[in-house]
């Protein structure tokens, strides 16, 4: 006959649109920042029949860290500044002098490091009133976190040379073990006050 | 001299597009794997605290969100100013917390379950009572590892 058929080809020149149209409807409903936040560990809830006993915890062992609705901060009855606290904090949970009122040290073996003398048994206690504003909340809860990063931070450049976040699991355990973060968020409590 | 023949005059040869689909396809391709769906639409105002020492929230799929904070302007009608929390779509109430989260716990693969993270999104100009509900409940549902979602300070 007078021609082949030949099957049309199909215009590919559209389709770098139609992937673009894609691509940026991927780009607006998807969100690339990802979450960041400090993470803390609840305690388990109290059983109701439970009667209301606080474990018996040395006075030497707890520091009380309180936030009050103006937001300022009592640590250990005495008034601070932000600033302050991360200090306060680092040397309540090292106490390089072993004073009375601070933490008891307690001789725990460690891997890496052997026999240590750790204050094991120190309670930090976060309390707040119900008027905190949640900045200054996080804010504290920050320096806390700040305290015992450096202490392990510390810890891990003089042992093996890097930061904590460059250890490995096992070292990791290791340096925690050492500084255990012990952050009480105390069961809540009204402190009078309108509410 | 064929060869050298320039006859046809110059022309400008044309940039051969065949391959920007799929440069196009590969970078969607990439975008869909970094990226997570948004799932809600925000309802209540929320601008995060600042902190320094923040960690990041691996495995997207083992968090839960709670927002807390005041309704955006367009609900203040309805729902006033107060400090209002967010679950997936809806305003809701603390007590409805408890059955959000065993909602969302069985919707997970059971070996999951256990390190299933909630974040809490609050505003923060909140006030801790709220705060202070919401951890609460959070521990009435057994929800304990949570995250306080903020933002990275610039000193």
């Known amino acids: 006959m007078a021609k082949k058929r030949k099957t049309p080809g199909i215009n590919g020149t559209s389709s770098a649109d139609i992937a673009f149209m894609l691509l ?22 109290v059983p109701k029949d439970q009667v209301d006993d606080d474990v018996k915890i040395k006075k030497r062992n707890i520091l009380v860290v309180l936030i009050n609705s103006q937001n300022q901060i009592l640590c250990n009855n005495e008034f ?3 600033k302050q606290l991360k200090d306060k904090v680092k040397d309540f949970v090292l106490n390089p002098y072993n004073d009375e009122h601070k933490p ?8 890496f490091f052997g026999n240590m003398m750790v204050t094991k048994n120190h309670v ?48 990791k355990k290791a340096v925690q073990k050492v500084y255990p973060q012990k952050i009480s968020e105390a069961e809540p ?7 | 001299m064929g060869k050298f023949n320039k006859a046809g005059g110059r022309e400008m ?42 960690q990041k929230l691996e495995k997207k799929s083992l968090i839960t969100f709670l927002y807390v904070g005041e309704p955006m302007p367009e609900f203040r009608e309805q729902m006033g100013t107060a400090t209002r929390l967010q679950l997936n779509d809806q305003f809701a109430e603390i007590s409805e917390i408890k059955d959000y989260i ?19 999104k609050a505003d923060k100009e909140t006030e ?23 933002s990275q300070k610039v000193n």
């Open chain 1, 24 to 45: 940026l409807f991927f780009l607006l409903t998807s969100s690339m920042d990802t979450d960041k936040g400090l993470p803390r560990l609840l305690p388990p809830p």
């Open chain 2, 13 to 54: 040869p044309e940039l051969n597009t065949s391959s920007l689909p799929d440069l196009v396809f590969a970078f969607l391709f990439f975008i869909m794997m970094v990226t997570t769906m948004r799932e809600v639409t925000l309802k209540v105002q929320f601008r995060a605290p600042q902190a320094t020492e923040l």
């Open chain 1, 124 to 171: 930090i206690s976060l309390q707040n009133d119900r008027g905190t504003q949640y900045q200054s909340y996080i804010d504290v809860q920050n320096e806390l976190a700040a305290a015992y990063n450096e202490l392990r931070n510390d810890l891990s450049q003089k042992k093996f040379g890097k930061l904590f976040m460059d250890l490995d699991d096992e070292q």
């Open chain 2, 128 to 150: 801790m009572g709220v705060i202070t509900d919401v951890k609460q409940a959070l521990r009435e549902a057994y929800a304990l590892k949570i995250s306080y979602s903020a």
């Open chain 2, 102 to 120: 065993a909602q969302e716990k069985s919707s997970m693969k059971e070996e999951d379950a256990p390190f299933m993270t909630v974040s809490i």
């Open chain 1, 189 to 195: 409590k009204n402190y009078g006050g309108a509410k």
């Open chain 1, 104 to 111: 008891e040290k307690v001789e725990i073996d460690v891997p």
């Open chain 1, 80 to 82: 601070i500044d932000i």
